[in-house]
Nanobody, 115 residues
Framework: QVQLVESGGGLVQPGGSLRLSCQAS????????MGWYRQAPGNQRELVAI???????RYADSVKGRFTISRDNAKNTVYLQMNSLKPEDTAVYYC?????????WGQGTQVTVSS
């Protein structure tokens, strides 16, 4: 069973930066897209950013210009660079990988933006 392991979360001050990483435990074939979602307390899980197999990226309006998603296929890893963080970015961030037939989720990593 493929596992996605996230890392890089933590506590940061407003205006600061964090880089999240998500590494798959093994090679995943037929990937359609890799992405990051987040869920704040009392809210539904929402899309933050995705990158398709063709390299196309899409971002939530709330993070455009501040977050960048990238991937390293050789390392089975997807990244989320988060700059200019705001308190409203506080949430548990989840990695997601979609293939033609399957969908995988990471366990989540907490990001807290607070002074």
């Amino acid at each position: 069973q493929v596992q996605l392991v996230e890392s890089g979360g933590g506590l940061v001050q407003p205006g600061g930066s964090l880089r999240l990483s998500c590494q798959a435990s093994e090679k995943i074939f037929s990937i359609v897209a890799m992405g990051w979602y987040r869920q704040a307390p009392g809210n539904q899980r929402e899309l933050v950013a995705i990158i398709t197999s063709g390299g196309t990226t899409r971002y939530a309006d709330s993070v455009k210009g501040r977050f960048t998603i990238s991937r390293d296929n050789a390392k089975n890893t997807v990244y989320l660079q988060m700059n200019s963080l705001k308190p409203e970015d506080t949430a548990v961030y989840y990695c997601n990988v979609r293939t033609i037939t399957m969908q995988y989720w990471g366990q989540g990593t907490q990001v807290t933006v607070s002074s």
